[in-house]
């Protein structure tokens, strides 16, 4: 388990599992399955770069009575860890006492491997011999077929050639062909980093770091799924001797289930019962309190009627009968004036009746809503109507519809009641789905400090945020009466 963890480069894990041996090591009686272990464990401390560990382990694995082969393996690996220390004259002095093993001679690979070792050894120890020893080394395991062996090699070369571009890229490119064809996909990256890092196309230098970052990519994928699948075997099969305790527990578990769902169930019938309870009690509670309301607003609309009628009719119908009683009616002038005061009230009459009534039709909303701002165009006053056929009217929800009716309106009685304005002007606007309605007058205007809305006005202002608009009233004395509503779409 410990060598599969190692070969799908689980180092940790490998570790672990290897490290769980060493209680049964005294009990084995072929020390080489002991030696397996130690290299096992001296490998991994190698890779996760823990030097010092990994010479314990190969030491004890050095002094064990095993294969000669073993032996030389385990002071092979001990040399390794010296070059890594950058320790180059110890470990020299381990690989040319291997190479001059006579049956070690006999295996290519291994040998040429050594030869390798030394000529790296002699470069870093700036001795002229190394060349030689590479040369030797790539003549072997170019016979035997060694492309891994070829790509380390070629690496060291590409190292000691550092100070010639040309042949130091050439190396490169060797190392790079021959562990890809090899696989070893580690030294492989490492070859094609120093490719990336000292080429001078710009072009070949992008297409590498974009092959650098998916070969990473890939590798890590691969070795995280084979970690994710060691880990799932290990935990599969401790689960599965867990498992038969937990059937056991089960049916107890199962029979106390069955019990508390009768309980919970009999809890659920109350709860339902008690909620549709609550759900009448409820529902007759906001019938009866919406009945209410209907009966609340009818008072106050017919109080507001009433009102109007006092404040819009009953005075001018007053003087209109004083004026008949005390003027002579024969006169033209006082007929023609009896008339107008007559078509006044009229015109109040019918306002009043198109306010109070609910229904305002779709298909001529724009014409009724131009006809009622009409009847307050007269000779004194000049009133000015901006954008109203803009408006898509039809788009627009019916309540929001006859809310705007109701405020123009408003604001129209209260500039004929109380503003002496010339002058009107009433603009619609649409802008960011938003009805905008400005109106303006040049009447008398209000002292903005002490402005009190009253009756219609508060009622309009009440209207507009029941509706979710704005509403923003503007006057000072002398200068007239703004108002600016906001209405959503």
């Known amino acids: ?24 090591l005294n009990k084995i009686k072929d020390p080489n ?62 690989f040319l006492s291997i190479s001059k093993e006579k049956f070690l001679q006999q295996k290519p690979t291994y040998y040429s491997k050594i030869l390798n070792y030394i000529g790296y050894c ?5 001795n002229p011999k190394a060349l030689s020893f590479f040369e ?29 571009k040309a042949l130091s890229m050439k190396y ?23 490719i990336i890092e000292n080429t001078g196309s710009a072009k070949e230098q992008k297409e590498k770091a974009l092959l650098y970052i998916k070969m990473i990519d890939s590798i890590y994928e691969i070795r995280q799924k084979a970690k994710n699948q060691f880990a799932k075997m290990k935990y599969d099969s401790r689960t599965e001797k867990e498992e038969n305790l937990k059937l056991k527990a089960q049916k107890i578990k199962n029979e106390l289930q069955l019990e508390k769902q009768e309980r919970r169930n009999i809890i659920s019938y109350i709860i339902i019962i008690l909620t549709l309870c609550l759900i009448t009690i409820i529902y007759f509670y906001l019938t009866a309190r919406m009945n209410r309301q209907k009966i609340e607003a009818t008072y106050k609309s017919e109080t507001r009627i009433s ?9 001018d119908v007053y003087h209109t009968l004083a004026f008949v009683e005390n003027r002579n009616l024969s006169s033209e002038e006082n007929k023609n004036h ?17 306010e109070n009534n609910p229904i305002l039709s779709n298909q001529n909303y724009t014409s009724q809503l131009k006809e009622m701002i009409s009847k307050f165009n007269t000779s004194n006053v000049n009133l000015l109507l901006n954008g109203l056929d803009t408006i898509p009217w039809d788009k627009i929800d019916k309540i929001k519809k006859i809310s705007v009716y109701r405020a123009i309106q408003e604001l129209l009685v209260n500039m004929k009641k109380h503003s002496e304005a010339s002058l009107v002007g009433i603009t619609f606007k649409e802008k960011d789905n938003t009805l905008i309605i400005i109106y303006t007058d040049n009447g008398k205007g209000v002292d903005s400090s002490k402005m009190i809305l009253k009756n219609g006005l508060h009622n309009m202002e009440n209207t507009i945020h029941k509706i979710h608009g704005e509403i923003d009233i503007n006057s000072d004395l002398g200068k007239g ?9």
């Not at 002699?122 to 700036?126: A, D, P, V």
Request: aromatic fraction near 14%; proline fraction near 2%; charge should be positive.
């Open 338 to 354: 009896l008339l107008t005061k007559l078509n006044d009230i009229y015109s109040r009459t019918r306002n009043i009746s198109k």
């Open 307 to 315: 009102k109007k009628l006092h404040d819009e009719l009953a005075n």
């Open 122 to 126: 002699y470069f870093k120890l700036q």
């Open 33 to 94: 399955d002991v030696w397996n272990i130690y290299s096992v464990l001296g490998r991994n401390y190698y890779y996760i770069y823990d030097y010092p560990n990994a010479i314990s382990y190969y030491s004890k694995a050095f002094i064990l009575k095993v294969d000669r082969i073993n032996i030389l393996e385990a002071k092979n690996n001990i040399a390794t860890i010296y070059i890594k220390q950058h320790k180059y004259n110890d470990a020299l002095q381990i």
């Open 172 to 194: 490169a490119k060797l190392s790079y062909a021959n562990y890809t064809l090899s696989g070893n996909i580690d030294d492989r990256l490492l070859a094609l980093k120093f």
């Open 481 to 489: 009466f703004k108002v600016l509503i906001k209405l959503p779409l």
């Open 1 to 24: 388990m410990a060598e599969i963890q190692q070969d799908h480069e689980d180092f940790i894990g490998s570790t672990k599992t290897a490290t769980e041996t060493i209680p049964y």
């Open 136 to 164: 030797k080394s790539i003549q072997i395991k170019s016979q035997a077929k060694d492309e891994d062996g070829l790509g380390k090699t070629y690496y060291n070369l590409t190292e000691y050639y550092k100070n010639n």
